[in-house]
């Protein structure tokens, strides 16, 4: 049951929603287990098998916890507490490589050694990357005493919210369980309409604007796919529209996601800042799915680099900045963290080469990125920083954003070297064969180029494509997005809150409880309820 579903809005949610408010009437106990039981229904909906998958994790690892936080009480025991922290966290690994990675590992023995190694079908269990990262950020704040002693319902409250369940954000228990312990379980106009309203924006991404492209682009990656040239035009679109679709797509969950928790009162953090208007790699990655970023540098980063930088200082070397900085310096505190971090991001992602090629490439973007800072600085040698060029910066974060899409969506790396070698004009440039007879003197210009007439696509589906990419992107480049349309009242947690009298940046398009919004909000939840039961693809859910 996903959350753009007939059954989820028009049943599933209604209910849990009225039965928490009755419940917090009577308890505010009785009304968290409601939200619990509930979030299990939910998982349990999908594949009842899920449920019993996960809740051996689930108590093992609030063992472990517990655990850590009796550990963590003496200190001559500090030992046992990292052993115990590392068995966890390896545990937590493993789970996720049994169910996630066994099918990757067996084709990698296949290629590499030639064996035929063939595998049962392994069920995939929900959401279980999102878990698994959420699960390890525990254990680790825990060993860390950044966690105050909880109970079993706490933590399983925390882990199953099923707002955040299946695809993020990924989020830290000192960040939501506080707020779970002062609900007032009760109905609160401001928290629901602003709830729905955030959950009415996500469900037209969603729903409306990706599943609208989405099957005008696959056809163009299964002809990749399958061998068959793609030429540049055909290429380029598909690059961009799905750089789009996942985009509103996962953006647009994360919106349902927020707006559903702050109906019960609970801010989730933000997950996306207009990532397409970065005008760097660096920034695009603090503006893309967020909450994975702060886990990678928090978790992955940031040790590695204090491990290497305390390396390094043993052997008398000095720390990197802009002034003493070396080339090795250089590769051994940002480049091998950056990258090792980006493959972890990549391998995450999905089991196959492509999601590897595709963080790996992220990766070496942020490398170059970090170095282009740093040489800068050092050539200005204390002198004023130069203008910052936004435009070419944006231009080419966009097209490398762009460019490694291609490997997120493409089956095979077959299907990638296709695709790419559409962009780069390996077969020229193409056009549906109704178009191309009304070309005129032009046939003969795009005919050097190697391209021509294809049969492949109809003229319809090339406008529509076409269509649908130039809306697409005036709506990421040149609107404000969900957090900031609701600025005003804080709709998520890091998004920076207007004060009441301070003008908001988009004062036209600001959210305000009033008849026009209503209206607004009811034509998008219209467009978007009236495209279910067509062609849909949730692109995380699957993570």
């Known amino acids: 049951m996903l959350f753009n579903s007939y059954e989820f809005i028009f049943a599933f949610l209604p209910v849990t929603l009225a039965i928490f408010y009755l419940c917090g009437r009577y308890s505010i106990g009785w009304a968290r287990?409601?939200?619990?039981?509930?979030?299990?229904?939910?998982?349990?909906?999908?594949?009842?098998?899920?449920?019993?998958?996960?809740?051996?994790?689930?108590?093992?690892?609030?063992?472990?916890?517990?655990?850590?936080?009796?550990?963590?009480?003496?200190?001559?025991?500090?030992?046992?507490?990292?052993?115990?922290?590392?068995?966890?966290?390896?545990?937590?690994?493993?789970?996720?490589?049994?169910?996630?990675?066994?099918?990757?590992?067996?084709?990698?023995?296949?290629?590499?050694?030639?064996?035929?190694?063939v595998l049962a079908h392994i069920i995939l269990p929900l959401g279980i990357s999102f878990i698994t990262f959420q699960k390890i950020a525990f254990l680790i704040d825990v060993h860390g005493k950044r966690i105050e002693p909880f109970t079993f319902a706490d933590y399983a409250l925390f882990v199953l919210f099923f707002p955040q369940l299946i695809a993020g954000p990924i989020v830290h228990y000192r960040e939501v369980m506080p707020q779970f312990r002062s609900l007032t379980a009760r109905f609160d106009a401001t928290d629901f309409c602003v709830g729905l309203t955030m959950f009415f924006m996500g469900l037209f991404k969603k729903a409306f604007l990706a599943d609208s492209i989405s099957p005008l682009i696959t056809p163009i990656y299964e002809r990749a796919a399958n061998g068959d040239p793609v030429s540049f035009i055909p290429a380029v679109l598909g690059a961009l529209g799905f750089t789009l679709q996942i985009y509103f797509d996962f953006s647009g969950y994360s919106d349902m996601a927020i707006g559903i928790a702050r109906m019960f009162g609970v801010r989730l953090p933000v997950n996306f800042n207009s990532p397409l208007r970065a005008s760097s790699i660096i920034d695009f990655w603090l503006r893309w799915h967020i909450t994975l970023s702060r886990f990678l540098t928090a978790y992955i980063y940031n040790p590695l680099l204090?491990?290497?930088?305390?390396?390094?200082?043993?052997?008398?070397?000095?720390?990197?900045?802009?002034?003493?900085?070396?080339?090795?310096?250089?590769?051994?505190?940002?480049?091998?963290?950056?990258?090792?971090?980006?493959?972890?991001?990549?391998?995450?992602?999905?089991?196959?080469?492509?999601?590897?090629?595709?963080?790996?490439?992220?990766?070496?973007?942020?490398?170059?990125?970090?170095?282009?800072?740093?040489?800068?600085?050092?050539?200005?040698?204390?002198?004023?920083?130069?203008?910052h060029w936004t435009l070419p910066g944006f231009l080419l974060t966009f097209i490398c954003v762009v460019l490694a899409m291609i490997f997120f969506k493409a089956p095979t790396m077959k299907a990638a070297w296709g695709m790419l070698a559409g962009v780069f004009m390996i077969h020229g440039i193409g056009l549906p064969d109704a178009l191309w007879s009304h070309l005129g003197p032009l046939q003969g210009l795009l005919a050097h180029t190697g391209g021509g007439p294809e049969t492949w696509w109809g003229a319809v589906v090339f406008l529509s494509l076409i269509g649908w990419t130039f809306f697409g992107l005036a709506i990421v480049l040149f609107l404000p997005n969900s957090g900031q349309v609701l600025a005003r009242y804080t709709?998520?947690?890091?998004?920076?809150?207007?004060?009441?009298?301070e003008p908001v940046r988009w004062p036209g398009l600001a959210w305000a409880p009033t008849l026009r919004w209503g209206v607004a909000l009811a034509v998008l939840a219209g467009a978007a309820i009236l495209r279910f039961g067509g062609p849909s693809e949730f692109l995380y859910w699957q993570f």
């Open 33 to 117: 287990l409601w939200i619990t039981l509930a979030s299990l229904t939910f998982y349990a909906l999908w594949r009842p098998l899920n449920v019993a998958i996960i809740a051996p994790s689930i108590l093992i690892n609030y063992l472990l916890a517990q655990r850590l936080q009796r550990l963590g009480a003496d200190p001559a025991r500090q030992t046992a507490g990292r052993v115990t922290l590392i068995a966890g966290i390896v545990f937590n690994v493993a789970f996720l490589g049994f169910f996630k990675y066994t099918g990757l590992l067996q084709q990698a023995s296949n290629d590499l050694f030639g064996t035929s190694f």
């Open 306 to 387: 204090l491990r290497l930088t305390r390396w390094r200082t043993a052997r008398g070397k000095p720390p990197l900045n802009p002034r003493n900085a070396t080339v090795g310096g250089f590769l051994t505190l940002i480049g091998f963290p950056t990258l090792i971090t980006m493959f972890i991001s990549g391998l995450w992602h999905g089991a196959g080469y492509t999601f590897i090629v595709w963080g790996v490439l992220h990766g070496v973007f942020l490398i170059v990125n970090h170095g282009w800072r740093l040489w800068t600085a050092k050539s200005r040698k204390g002198r004023a920083a130069a203008p």
């Open 491 to 501: 709709p998520a947690l890091g998004v920076q809150p207007v004060p009441a009298r």
